[in-house]
């Protein structure tokens, strides 16, 4: 499978381009501008003509755009698009009043990166999904977007994955109705509590299990039918 993924060069990105690799996918791995790709850039030389490292910024429409228009030149087609790219911007050990001490900035940041920026890769993407044969879109949500009574941490971030998931589910809606595209593949996915940078304050599990996991996913070997697909990285339902 040809198989985009965002925020590729690190934590659960990374491990899904090896993963990948490995299982003989062709991997277009995006990072921002400026990021450390050294990685990355290691896996190219293992893996030659298998993988592509692309740069875009989720939150810009003017980097994604730019970047489709590249790709589009070279690779009109894409099995997958796995939005994985996302931001922390919280600490749980942070106790104070959310209301009157919400850093607004914090949380704007946390909407683009989160919520807003799937809705951008989509956007530029998606016309590559529209051309192959067995399309799949994997948004990379979280738990954290669940509404539950107890937690008050983590504010901006359950905003942002709920506003993903959302989103996720009205575009599910859409391509269940129309007959050119109801055969698309499309999961809003809790990779599980992983060893990243980002995850290291609730750590369960590591990235590679969740990539592992995913990547059966993206390859129909577990292929959950659900009214609303939002799902763990073992393809179980979550509760939204
Ligand atoms: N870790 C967990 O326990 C956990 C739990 C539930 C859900 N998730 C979700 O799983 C996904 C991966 O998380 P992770 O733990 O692997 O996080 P991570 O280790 O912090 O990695 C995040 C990745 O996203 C990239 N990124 C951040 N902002 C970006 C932007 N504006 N444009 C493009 N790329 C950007 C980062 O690039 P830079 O290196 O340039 O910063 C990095 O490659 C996220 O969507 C996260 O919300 C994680």
Do not use: W
């Amino acid at each position: 499978m040809k198989v985009l993924i965002t925020g590729a060069n690190r934590g659960l990105g990374l491990e899904l381009v090896k993963r990948g690799l490995l299982g003989g996918h062709e991997m277009f791995a995006a990072c921002r501008p400026g990021a450390d790709c050294g990685q990355l850039e290691a896996l190219g030389q293992e893996y030659e003509g298998q993988l592509e490292v692309l740069t875009l910024e989720v939150s810009s429409e003017e980097s994604v755009r730019r970047a489709a228009e590249e790709l589009e030149k070279r690779e009109p087609v894409l099995d997958c698009v796995i939005n994985n790219a996302g931001v922390l911007l919280e600490s749980k050990y942070n106790l104070e009043d959310p209301i009157v001490n919400l850093d607004i900035d914090m949380l704007r940041k946390t909407i683009d990166v989160n919520t807003v920026g799937p809705a951008i890769v989509l956007k530029y993407f998606a016309p590559f999904l529209y051309r192959a044969a067995k399309p799949c879109i994997l948004n990379i949500t979280s738990e954290a977007g669940h509404l539950k009574t107890g937690l008050y941490t983590y504010l901006a971030y359950g905003v942002s994955k709920h506003g993903a998931n959302m989103y996720t589910q009205k575009i599910r809606n859409y391509l269940a109705q129309s007959p050119e595209h109801a055969h698309t593949r499309i999961y809003m996915i809790h990779p599980g509590r992983m060893n990243t940078v980002m995850g290291k304050e609730n750590a369960q599990i590591e990235a590679s299990e969740a990539a592992e996991g995913i990547l059966k996913i993206m390859e129909g070997e577990i292929d959950p039918k659900l009214e609303i697909p939002f799902i763990n990285y073992k393809g179980e339902p979550m509760p939204y």
